[in-house]
C-alpha cells in the first residue's frame, strides 16, 4: 500500500513560481509512474502531467506545458511539479499519483490507470 503525502501549495501572486513535491511511502517509489493532477472550483479533475518511472519519459498538459515541469527524485520517494509564471486559472487542488508498476519508460494521462492518491494540495493564484 503506497501513501501519498503533498506538500508546497499556498498563495502566490499570478505570474510567481511554486514547487509541489510528494512524497511516498509504503511501497516501492521507483515502480510506479507518477503524475499530477488538477481540479479547479466547479470542474472536474484534469491530469497536468506525468512521468515514468525512471524520470525520463515525461508529458504535460498543452495548458501547462512551457510553464510546469513534473520530475522525480527515486532515492529520495519523491516527485515535484515546478510551476512558474502562475496564472489565476491554474487555482485549484493539486493531487499526486501514484500507477503500475509499469514498464520503465510508460507513463499515463488516464486516472483510472492510477491507484493510489495523496490528499492533495491547494495552490491558490490572485491576479
Known amino acids: 500500500q503506497v501513501q501519498l503525502v503533498e506538500s508546497g501549495g499556498g498563495l502566490v501572486q499570478a505570474g510567481d513560481p511554486l514547487e509541489l513535491s510528494c512524497t511516498a511511502s509504503g511501497g516501492t517509489f521507483s515502480r510506479y509512474a507518477m503524475g499530477w493532477f488538477r481540479r479547479a472550483p466547479g470542474k472536474e479533475r484534469e491530469v497536468v502531467a506525468a512521468?515514468?518511472?525512471?524520470?525520463?519519459?515525461?508529458w504535460s498538459a498543452d495548458s501547462v506545458k512551457g510553464r510546469f515541469t513534473i520530475s522525480r527524485d527515486n532515492a529520495k520517494n519523491t516527485v515535484y511539479l515546478q510551476m512558474n509564471t502562475l496564472r489565476p486559472e491554474d487555482t485549484a487542488v493539486y493531487y499526486c499519483a501514484a500507477g503500475g508498476p509499469y514498464s520503465r519508460e510508460y507513463y499515463s494521462t488516464r486516472q483510472n490507470e492510477y491507484g493510489y492518491w495523496g490528499q492533495g494540495t491547494q495552490v491558490t493564484v490572485s491576479s
Open positions: 512521468i515514468s518511472r525512471s524520470g525520463t519519459s515525461t
